[in-house]
């Protein structure tokens, strides 16, 4: 579990600095598993802000290199959907914004697709309080919601970890 938190904190860290052009809402070509991979703080700023705010939920793809993906999702302060997955957990670190977080509970109105379940909302579970700068780890298996996002915005690097404990 350190292992991964060490990642991520990497990852965080690198978004500051940077090669590879990218516009936004393409996805980024894949991570060369032979050289680093880099975004610059400005594509993301500029990749995020193309997103606007009419959907709950938009995100940009910063690396990919199987069987791990790093998103930052960019999510406005409207009703967002609750989440199970199966076979990963989810590393989320707070880029800006803040939010509330539930875990745990039963999802209300849930719809498999595959490996993962979504609702529109928790019973029950436990409320957490995300501000820039916190990680916060979700097991495989564990329901999630953000029950809150202040506004304006709030926007979290997601970083799935396939066959995570």
Same mark, same amino acid.
């Given at each position: 579990?350190? #292992?991964?938190?060490?990642?991520?904190?990497?990852?965080?860290?690198?978004?500051?600095?940077?090669?590879?052009?990218?516009?936004?809402?393409?996805? %980024?070509?894949? +991570?060369?598993? !032979?050289?680093?991979?880099?975004? +610059?703080?400005? @594509?993301? #700023?500029?990749?995020?802000?193309?997103? $606007?705010?009419?959907?709950?939920?938009?995100s940009v793809?910063?690396?990919?290199?199987?069987?791990? !993906?790093?998103?930052?999702?960019?999510?406005?302060?409207? %009703?967002?959907?609750? #989440?199970?997955h199966d076979?990963?957990? @989810?590393?989320?670190?707070?880029?800006?914004?803040?939010?509330?977080?539930?875990? $745990?509970?039963?999802?209300?109105? @849930?719809?498999?697709?595959?490996?993962?379940?979504?609702?529109?909302?928790? @019973?029950?579970? +436990? %409320?957490?309080?995300?501000?820039?700068?916190?990680?916060?780890?979700?097991?495989? $298996?564990?329901?999630?919601?953000?029950?809150?996002?202040? %506004?304006?915005v709030l926007?979290?690097?997601?970083?799935?970890?396939?066959?995570?404990?």
């Amino acid at each position: 579990m350190r #292992s991964y938190a060490a990642i991520a904190v990497l990852l965080v860290i690198g978004f500051g600095s940077a090669s590879a052009q990218r516009g936004g809402g393409q996805a %980024p070509p894949p +991570t060369d598993p !032979t050289v680093g991979t880099q975004m +610059t703080a400005a @594509e993301l #700023s500029a990749a995020l802000a193309k997103l $606007g705010t009419e959907r709950p939920n938009a995100s940009v793809r910063v690396f990919s290199l199987a069987p791990y !993906t790093v998103n930052v999702e960019h999510r406005s302060a409207q %009703p967002q959907a609750a #989440s199970v997955h199966d076979a990963e957990a @989810e590393l989320f670190y707070v880029v800006d914004g803040s939010a509330t977080m539930v875990t $745990g509970g039963k999802v209300i109105g @849930e719809t498999r697709n595959g490996a993962n379940v979504s609702g529109k909302s928790i @019973e029950g579970g +436990t %409320p957490h309080k995300l501000n820039k700068g916190d990680f916060f780890m979700v097991p495989k $298996g564990v329901p999630h919601w953000f029950s809150q996002i202040d %506004p304006p915005v709030l926007n979290i690097m997601s970083f799935h970890l396939p066959m995570a404990n």
